[in-house]
């Protein structure tokens, strides 16, 4: 006897508002409204195994509108993903629980992503099914060929990221994203219409999507809807008419269900008005069973699919293997070897953002899943290079992307090309933007994804452009958040090491700030210096009196004030600290032989001096930015805000005494 549907998104709601009222907090109302969606959903058009979370060609689901996660750990319990068991969800947003108060990547299999920050879900969800396009292009139809699903709420819509997600997915014709927007009417404050009337319909329209509706509890309209957007070119929008908190007799469609448990009286209610006469995270055994069944029918999917990539050619089925388990190719480093040694035999002067040009296209042949980008700055990044063919609608053959003047877009859709396996993504804006991309960032780091920023313009010495564009305390911000790696190199050696650097580490973001104006090739050894995150690159004639530390292009000014101070016989040696992470991360004996604790130290790097007093020390000085910078030549303003060689040695001699 078949189990009703309807009975099956109860399982949802009781499950979820018992969470919530057992956790004295959380938001029960969208699981409530959305559960006749998910449940549609999933066990008609979705297709995932929960003994294969990691299935390459599963369909993606994004909950957008991460306050809801109860909907989300719910679906993953119903359907019988080993790692969220029942008592799981009893422990709702405790402390080690895998059901924290907003969905978070890696705490349990399944979640696809973090969200919580609204809109976020819906611009990884276009970066996923970005990746998906791309490797379709490379890789065939028979082996990637799946959707993206994204459940949104009216948050989400009016978040500004929104914009810049769906015109990018509209643009690119990704025919093969299907968000659900959950057109509820309600937000914390109350009714969206105290502070929306967009016709949202009409704005997705604009940018280039299918747009439906549906009742969002008429179960065979959600299906219907679903299967429309299936068969379209175009991304689609189906804005699912629902009820938030549905039944909740006394509470629900108001935003007393939004963000509050219901109450004890409320849930009682509650379960005689769905028919639900079962005892709190009590599931009967027949609804539990539809809702495994629905769980075990994507392993013959993943069976056939299995079938498919055994009959591929043994080269692109290793590659296709070991691109989605984000394994680097065998010997991927060699070609940047071979162009760090032509580096130290042509010593060219050039900017870091073009060092970093001449990396990647040192990188990008032996690594074909390094996919770039740039929101709308591609020749002042210089993150393309000739081998880099783009990527445009209807064709996804290609490794570089126009992000257009979409940073945030960008960013947020790099982490959902990170989150779906199979290509590396890096983008490119000036540093100053980074502002932009910080919520992005910081879920880069949270998810600990490989996303790598290249960020050029790093300083007063990008010159005319002037202070709305001069970052001053971007690097001090981003060094403080956890798990970013920040590198400034000093010159092109340094470039292709800290690139190096990045490509490997697949445990967070890495930002590569990287100057415009030129500097000298400083470096004259090939040894991977950069690794330790500081070094010294110029070493004393005696025993060091004074260590000057310096980043990217103020290297070279500290060395021009080392011999300044070697000329007076103060021993002096220069560090350069392209990464102040890494070489925090060193022991306490490789930190005290690059900074002696008998020496006097002066750190000097144009931007915010905060930070520096850790590496200098109580008789150190800093030499650096105390205020925003200035339109007018870089020379110019290096002099004006007293970065020069001159003043750093000032700066030591004054503490020597």
């Given at each position: ?200 319909m009409a704005r997705f329209a604009a940018s280039g999507w299918h747009v439906l509706d549906c009742d969002g509890h008429d179960h065979k309209a959600i299906s219907d809807a679903i299967d429309a957007a299936r068969n379209e070119p175009r991304p689609s929008l189906i804005a699912c008419k629902t009820v938030i908190g549905y039944g909740a007799p006394n509470k629900q469609g108001t935003a007393a269900t939004h963000g509050a ?349 905060y930070g520096w007093e850790r590496y200098v020390g109580d008789n150190g000085a800093i030499v650096g930015m105390n205020s925003f910078g200035a339109s007018a030549p870089a020379d110019k303003l290096y002099e004006h805000f007293g970065i020069t060689a001159a003043a750093v040695a000032e700066a030591a001699k004054s503490r020597l005494g």
């Amino acid at each position: 006897m078949s189990v009703d549907p309807h009975e099956m998104a109860n399982a949802i709601r009781a499950l979820s508002m018992d969470a919530v009222q057992q956790a004295n907090s959380g938001h029960p109302g969208m699981p409530m409204g959305m559960a006749d969606v998910a449940t549609v959903l999933f066990s008609k058009h979705l297709a995932f195994d929960p003994r294969r979370p990691d299935w390459p060609n599963r369909d993606r689901f994004v909950l957008s509108a991460g306050h809801g996660s109860m909907l989300l750990y719910a679906l993953l319990h119903l359907t019988g993903y080993s790692d969220m068991t029942l008592e799981e969800l009893k422990n709702f947003r405790q402390l080690g629980a895998k059901t924290a108060g907003h969905p978070e990547y890696g705490h349990a299999t399944g979640i696809e992503t973090t969200t919580g920050p609204l809109g976020q879900g819906l611009a990884n969800a276009v970066g996923m099914a970005l990746a998906e396009r791309i490797l379709a292009a490379r890789f065939g139809d028979e082996i990637v060929d799946h959707h993206t699903y994204v459940i949104a709420g009216d948050g989400c819509l009016m978040e500004g990221i929104s914009h810049e997600a769906i015109s990018l997915a509209g643009h690119l014709k990704l025919g093969k994203l299907v968000v659900l927007w959950d057109d509820n009417g309600i937000s914390i404050d109350g009714s969206v219409d105290l502070s929306c009337s967009d016709d949202q319909m009409a704005r997705f329209a604009a940018s280039g999507w299918h747009v439906l509706d549906c009742d969002g509890h008429d179960h065979k309209a959600i299906s219907d809807a679903i299967d429309a957007a299936r068969n379209e070119p175009r991304p689609s929008l189906i804005a699912c008419k629902t009820v938030i908190g549905y039944g909740a007799p006394n509470k629900q469609g108001t935003a007393a269900t939004h963000g509050a448990p219901l109450g004890a009286d409320e849930i009682a209610a509650t379960r005689e008005h769905l028919g639900w006469p079962h005892e709190p995270f009590t599931i009967p055994d027949d609804v539990l069973d539809a809702w495994r069944l629905v769980g075990a029918r994507g392993a013959s999917k993943a069976a056939a699919w299995d079938v498919r990539l055994a009959e591929m050619d043994q080269d692109r089925h290793e590659s296709f293997k070991r691109a989605s388990a984000g394994r680097l190719p065998e010997g991927w480093q060699k070609g940047l070897e071979a162009h760090i040694a032509k580096l130290l035999q042509d010593k060219p002067a050039v900017a870091t953002r073009k060092a970093s040009q001449m990396a990647i296209e040192a990188i990008q042949p032996s690594l074909p899943e390094l996919i770039g980008g740039s929101a709308d700055l591609t020749g002042s990044n210089l993150t393309r290079t000739g081998s880099m063919a783009p990527v445009s609608p209807g064709d996804f053959a290609g490794s570089y992307i126009y992000y257009g003047i979409r940073e945030h877009g960008m960013a947020a859709a790099m982490n959902g090309m990170a989150l779906h396996g199979g290509v590396i993504p890096f983008g490119g804006t000036f540093l100053v933007f980074t502002d932009y991309c910080r919520p992005s960032i910081r879920l880069s780091a949270l998810m600990q994804q490989r996303v790598i920023y290249v960020m050029t313009h790093d300083s007063i010495g990008l010159g005319e452009d002037g202070p709305t564009h001069q970052p001053v305390e971007h690097l001090a911000s981003l060094r403080a958040m956890p798990n970013v790696r920040v590198f400034r190199p000093a010159d092109a050696v340094e470039t292709a090491e800290c690139w190096k650097l990045a490509i490997e580490h697949d445990k967070g973001p890495s930002i590569l700030a990287l100057s415009r104006q030129g500097t000298p090739l400083l470096r004259k050894e090939a040894k991977d210096r950069s690794a330790k995150g500081g070094y010294i690159i110029d070493a004393a004639h005696d025993a060091a009196q004074v260590v000057l530390i310096a980043t990217g292009t103020e290297v070279a000014l500290a060395i021009e004030a080392k011999k300044q101070l070697q000329s007076e016989n103060i021993a002096t040696s220069v560090v350069s600290m392209p990464c102040t992470e890494l070489f925090d991360a060193q022991d306490a004996d490789y930190r005290e032989s690059v900074l002696p604790k008998d020496t006097v130290k002066v750190a000097v790097e144009a931007a915010s001096t905060y930070g520096w007093e850790r590496y200098v020390g109580d008789n150190g000085a800093i030499v650096g930015m105390n205020s925003f910078g200035a339109s007018a030549p870089a020379d110019k303003l290096y002099e004006h805000f007293g970065i020069t060689a001159a003043a750093v040695a000032e700066a030591a001699k004054s503490r020597l005494g």
